[in-house]
């Protein structure tokens, strides 16, 4: 009923930049927070950005003033501008949406994922 799909993730040497989408789409009635979370080799997955519908946003200690998140509310997408990457930045980064959506059994809000996009910093 809903798909959520990035996009955007490769490979980037340190201080390079790196822009990831995140595309919601199906039977949409609205989605309110918005967020990015990473997950490193090893680690647990971590947020690393959130942004409302109304546009406030949160960040990751470790990503202030280097990730900028932002979204399209027309479009159902969400983005992630990161630059002056890091070597310690490479993840597989997962966009989560959440969103109430309409089905034959009526109005539901859901959490949803997609299913990542990797990120290597790497010279």
């Known amino acids: 009923q809903v798909q959520v799909v990035e996009s955007g993730g490769g490979l980037v040497q340190p201080g390079g930049s790196l822009r990831l989408s995140c595309e919601a789409s199906g039977r949409i009635v609205e989605i309110d927070e918005m967020a990015w979370y990473r997950q490193a080799p090893g680690k647990q997955r971590e947020l690393v950005a959130g942004?409302?519908?109304?546009?406030?946003?949160n960040y990751a200690d470790s990503v202030k003033g280097r990730f900028t998140i932002s979204r399209d509310n027309v479009k159902n997408t969400v983005y992630l501008q990161m630059n002056l990457l890091k070597p310690e930045d490479t993840a597989d980064y997962y966009c989560n949406a959440d969103v109430l959506f309409y089905s034959s059994t009526g109005y539901t809000r859901k959490d949803y994922w997609g299913q990542g996009t990797h990120v290597t910093v790497s010279s």
């Open positions: 942004i409302t519908s109304g546009g406030s946003t």
